[in-house]
């Protein structure tokens, strides 16, 4: 029986093309080739050689000269490279006539440039953007590059005739595929400015702001609002699909965000037969309310504005608790007596929130307990809530 394996990463050499007796110097070329390194390493590639290569001209044919061609090709057999960055602009001829020399695939700047806005493209738009470039980019690329491009398809009818070349056929398919994402394009752009009037009718003051993480975000936020940052974003969440474009999720787990930790408390001090019975007894009796309240406040009154027609916004709220029967019961009477909706309520009973999660789509979720944190941001974004018992070190979580 033979035991499947994992196909090795591709090879890859890096090359600088830097002009002899330039303006700029060593310093400047080894910075610029680094880049180019990083750049190709970004889309799963081994670096095996690089090199910064000194031109005195540039070769219409090949760029590099006769001799450093032979000799990079050497170096390229000898590392058994499958893909050689060239870091430069490289003409569809000095492409083909490298590929031949070297017997590799060759892509210029640009075209590492293309592979890496693919890997990264996320949204529907940014995919489409990215298509269209790369077809733009072959599209110039497919003049002479290829002798299989050269040979002719039979013509319509009875008699024949010379038909189209395999370059045209190519020319023409990548041209009509240009002419249907460029319709998709508007689709999507027309569609995000329905988006945009929507959050344009909101009756409410709408501020982004926007930085790498760490760049202090959160600081200037408290310092503009006086505020204090009750929950953070999980670094390795993963972006909110689009599986409702239309429409605003966001869920919330309930003791220590919705709700105060008064129950956590009990739960660490009683263990889960003490919670049971404290749950029970004061079902009747709603939850002091948590850091959270305020929002899922604000969420139900942009719901009632939508549903009264003063606003196009589509909001859904969910509850994803650990809680379990007989114990759900307070948490129901807690939003009953607040006078809140939630679209969906989850009560888990422990059970692992990221399959849930999964299903539900939020475009958020919020929750202070790690363990739930990190199960949920493999499947949508999520955020730990710094509130309650488990701030404290040492406290024992309600399952």
Partial sequence: MSIPTQAAPTRAAVLLPWEHGGRNGPREAEARLAEAIGLTASIGLVIAHDEIVQIRAHRPA?????GQVRRIGESIAEAEIGVAVVDSTLSPVQQRNLE???????????GLILDIFGERARTAEGVLQVELAHLAYQRSRLVR????LERQRGGFGFLGGPGETQIEADRRLITDRIARLRRELDEVRRTRALHRAARNRVPYPVVALVGYTNAGKSTLFNALTGATVHAQVYPQSVRAGEAHPHEVRIAFDGDAVLFSDEAERVYQREGLPGFTRHETRKAALPLPPGPFKPLLEALHRL???ASSGATAMRLRTALVTARSSPA??????TLMAWNIAIDEAMFLGGLDKGPFLREFQPDFFFDDQTRHVESAARHVPAGRVHSGVHEQAGGRKLR
């Fill in 62 to 66: 090949t760029l590099f000269g006769e």
């Fill in 100 to 110: 031949r020399a070297w017997k590799c695939k060759v892509i210029d700047r640009t």
């Fill in 145 to 148: 590059s290829w002798t299989h």
């Fill in 303 to 305: 719901q009632h504005a």
């Fill in 328 to 333: 759900h019961e307070r948490a129901v009477r």
